[in-house]
């Protein structure tokens, strides 16, 4: 009988406040009028499993259960070395009033069966709603399609959870995946706080030719921690697998909204994928953002597998970052960061809205184009690749410290991207951080933007625009209340045969001191770019040690250079 319909295997321990259910016999033979009703159904391929109790506790423990689907109520549910495995062909309910507990590995999965593409049904939704959800070491609630059907092609279950708390612990996992031609569920979540802890993960991930979901996270507190993160579309393993070759489709978009998020620890939110797959947009909305201890946000293309870009004949661009706050801070080289690899594709942009934006310790904004690996690796030629994307921040206050930088810059034949900066209230450098477009190849320069109340450069810090090869200087275009300079530079500069950056500075009053100086300045066959300040008062005085204005981590000459405002040339080009 069994060989002619579908069989539910199905196993469980019930735990009562006096009633404990071990044995599989005993399981069985409980279960039993459940299996029996479930048969005598005309139709059991449509059969939902409806398993539904109001016991104070239940608890599983080293069993595996497997339905079409799944509706449970309880004031609390504990998973222990178990496994519940739910089809995707119906919507699943797990409601919780308490605590749902994963601990000892354990799985709550949706997996999805062949269908064939004519008769695919619309997504189904995976519910789970919870008092507090905790996932303990290597426990994952999932949805994944058939990994044994590569050609699969129905849609993947999408994951919602609603929880007051989620906390993650010691590589535990909640998203989807996908390995063959199905595209990968999305990822809804809803909590009061999600804490995420020693490489725990949020994700959608693709092993095949499909995307990943979209990602969407609300929550008042979100929390991550020891190289935790959320992420969208690689899985970094198979970069050190033996997995076929393939080229998955587009990523999905991460969008976070939360009154609190933390990341430290080189913790992430990440958007990127191999080769020529699109990575998806990362948009996160918080009123306090702080990044600390190497943590990131980043979206960017890996190379891997494709070194053949002739097919490539339209300029697209990888995912751009979004970020709305109160208050952003970034310390202890954290970083936001969008880049490309591929020929002919254009690093996403970042927009900064804040009240306030601070960097130290050596973090960074930044987007660029990098050289494909494959381009030494097999004496590629004649590639064109895309563009550094836009970097823009809107806010009131912005400070950098302690070896910090804001850069779009180029380090092929693509361009340097824009950097337009607005801080109403004031804009800060201190020892040895920079603001920096710059085109180190090929590609022509990109421009500096700086509209803001008060400015200050200190300890050896600098505003830069930078050529380095071909192409020709960007601009550097400076207006503010006031500018204050000590021991710093704004400075545009070319040491190829393309024309230096120009420089332009509007101010009510300009003061340099201790070798400040705002300069234009040539040192190959470049002509160096204009030079053009405009201001009330200006001040000048005072002597300083020479310093690389390209080289934050030192770079000091040697020399004792006065203060000025000047356009310089020690190559064959002509000063501006």
């Known amino acids: 009988f069994f060989k002619q319909k579908p069989a539910y295997d199905l196993s469980a321990c019930l735990v009562g406040s006096e009633l404990c259910i071990r044995d599989s016999l005993y399981s069985f033979l409980i279960l039993s009028p459940i299996i029996l009703l479930l048969i005598s159904q005309p139709d059991i391929g449509q059969t939902i499993l409806i398993f539904a109790t109001w016991l104070a506790l239940i608890f599983v423990s080293g069993v595996n259960l497997k339905s079409p689907a799944l509706n449970l109520e309880a004031d609390n549910f504990n998973i222990n070395d178990s496994k519940i495995t739910l089809g995707a062909t119906f919507s699943s309910e797990i409601n919780v009033t308490g605590q749902l507990k994963l601990s000892g590995g354990s799985t709550i999965e949706s997996f999805s069966p062949y269908i064939d593409q004519k008769n695919s049904p619309q997504p189904v939704s995976i519910n789970i709603s919870s008092g507090q959800l905790i996932l303990e070491s290597d426990s994952q609630i999932r949805s994944l399609n058939h990994e044994d059907d590569p050609m699969g092609s129905n849609s993947i279950a999408s994951l919602t959870i609603q929880s007051g708390e989620i906390d993650l612990e010691d590589n535990a996992f909640i998203g989807s995946f996908t390995s063959n031609l199905a595209m990968a569920g999305e990822l809804l979540i809803d909590a009061n706080s999600i804490i995420l802890k ?280 400076v207006k503010a209340a006031t500018l204050e300079m000590a021991e710093s530079l704004i400075y545009g500069s070319t040491s190829g045969a393309g024309a230096g950056s120009r420089i332009s500075v509007e101010a009510e009053s300009v003061a340099l001191q201790n070798g400040a100086r705002i300069e234009s300045a040539a040192s190959a066959a470049g002509a160096a770019g204009a030079l053009d300040v405009r201001s009330g008062i200006v001040t000048i005085r005072g002597t300083g040690e020479g310093f690389d204005p390209k080289d934050i981590e030192g770079g000091e000459t040697g020399e004792e250079v006065a203060s000025g405002l000047l356009t310089s040339t020690v190559g064959s080009g002509n000063a501006g």
């Open 198 to 477: 020693n490489e725990s993960f949020l994700g959608s991930y693709t092993y095949s030719n499909a995307g990943s979901g979209d990602i969407a996270i609300n929550s008042n507190l979100i929390g991550l921690s020891d190289k935790s993160g959320i992420e969208s579309g690689l899985d970094p393993s198979i970069l050190y697998s033996d997995m076929d070759p393939f080229l998955p489709e587009d990523v999905g978009d991460i969008q976070i909204t939360s009154e609190n998020m933390t990341l430290e620890g080189g913790s992430f939110v990440s958007n990127s994928h191999i080769d020529t797959t699109l990575p998806g947009n990362i948009s996160v909305a918080s009123e306090k953002i702080s990044l600390a201890g190497g943590s990131f946000i980043s979206t960017e293309s890996v190379p891997l597998y494709q070194s053949d870009f002739s097919n490539r004949t339209e300029v697209d661009q990888n995912g751009s970052v979004s970020i709305k706050t109160g208050s952003l801070d970034l310390s202890d080289s954290s970083y936001v960061k969008t880049t490309t690899v591929m020929p002919k594709r254009n690093a996403g942009d970042i927009t900064i809205v804040a009240d306030t934006v601070s960097l130290s310790g050596r973090s960074s904004l930044l987007s660029n184009t990098e050289p494909n690996i494959f381009e030494t690796e097999f004496g590629l030629t004649g590639l064109d690749y895309g563009n550094a994307g836009r970097l823009e921040i809107k806010t009131g206050s912005l400070q950098l410290a302690d070896q910090s930088k804001i850069s779009s810059d180029s380090f092929t034949s693509g361009d340097g991207g824009d950097v337009a900066l607005t801080a109403t209230t004031g804009l800060g450098l201190a020892n040895r951080s920079a603001i920096y477009a710059g085109a180190l190849a090929q590609g022509q320069g990109g421009r500096i933007s700086i509209d803001t109340g008060a400015m200050n450069l200190s300890g050896k810090s600098a505003v830069v625009a930078d050529v380095r090869d071909s192409g020709n200087g960007g601009e550097v275009t």
